[in-house]
């Protein structure tokens, strides 16, 4: 009889570090569930490549700073694939501004996508996930590093590591751990755009193991949280930054 594969959702993972996850939880045995907010070619891409491995996967349209859209994606997830026992939360922006130079709107976009929608997930997943599931939220190092225009950004990752602590403690009885990864700088588009070879290098420069960090060794840490060695790692936050901070 074959063994029926574990399911994890992954918001934000059509590209960079969110698909690097989903590269490595399907090579690890997961059926995945790929959510994406608007590059719907991306994830059919990495859907695509994932099935011609060999692995189960979807891929999901759906905004998770709304409600509705998360609670419409968790169905549809049980729906195609059964039910979640992994939830991983990657989706997010970076827009980075003096605070003083921040609009509402901006700051309202950063809380919505970063803060609000890990809270529409972790809400849902306390009653739709698996016992004995795993939730891991992207958190980052920046929160110790205290870089000028990183105010708002911070506070909404700040708010997601404070989740996380609680969060374990609340789901008390269900055998689910929830723990966070804060990565450093990692080479991905999202950190790249922008930023000047110098600026780059700097950042590089930073970790006293002097490089980047590389998307599959962030996936590879929010594995072990996800895979049998890391069930004994609860409400904490890792930080996976080559010692930056």
Do not use: C, H
Not at 101 to 115: C, E, K, P, V
Not at 150 to 163: M, P, Q, S
């Amino acid at each position: 009889m074959t063994a029926i594969s574990q399911i994890a959702l992954i918001t934000g993972a059509s590209r960079g570090i969110g698909a690097s996850i989903a590269r490595r939880l399907a090579r690890d045995g997961f059926a995945i569930a790929i959510n994406y907010a608007s590059n719907a070619a991306e994830a059919d891409a990495l859907v695509a490549e994932l099935v011609q491995a060999g692995a189960s996967a979807i891929a999901i349209q759906a905004d998770v700073s709304k409600a509705e859209q998360v609670q419409a994606m968790f169905a549809t997830v049980e729906e195609k694939l059964g039910k979640i026992d992994v939830l991983v939360n990657n989706a997010g922006i970076l827009k980075t501004a003096p605070l003083a130079q921040t609009s509402d709107d901006l700051y309202a976009l950063n809380f919505a996508i970063n803060t609000q929608g890990v809270f529409n997930t972790l809400r849902e997943a306390a009653t739709r996930l698996n016992e004995g599931g795993r939730i891991i939220n992207l958190s980052s190092t920046t929160l110790a590093l205290n870089l000028p225009g990183y105010a708002i950004y911070n506070g909404t990752k700040a708010a997601v590591e404070a989740f996380t602590r609680v969060f374990a403690r609340e789901l008390r009885g269900r055998r689910i751990t929830v723990n966070a990864v804060a990565p450093g700088p990692v080479a991905t588009d999202l950190f790249l755009n922008g930023k000047t070879e110098e600026q780059i290098q700097t950042f590089a420069k930073m970790p006293p193991l002097e490089r980047l960090g590389q998307p599959d060794d962030i996936a590879a840490v929010v594995a072990f949280l996800a895979g049998k060695d890391g069930a004994w790692v609860n409400g904490q936050v890792l930080r996976a930054n080559g010692g930056v901070a």
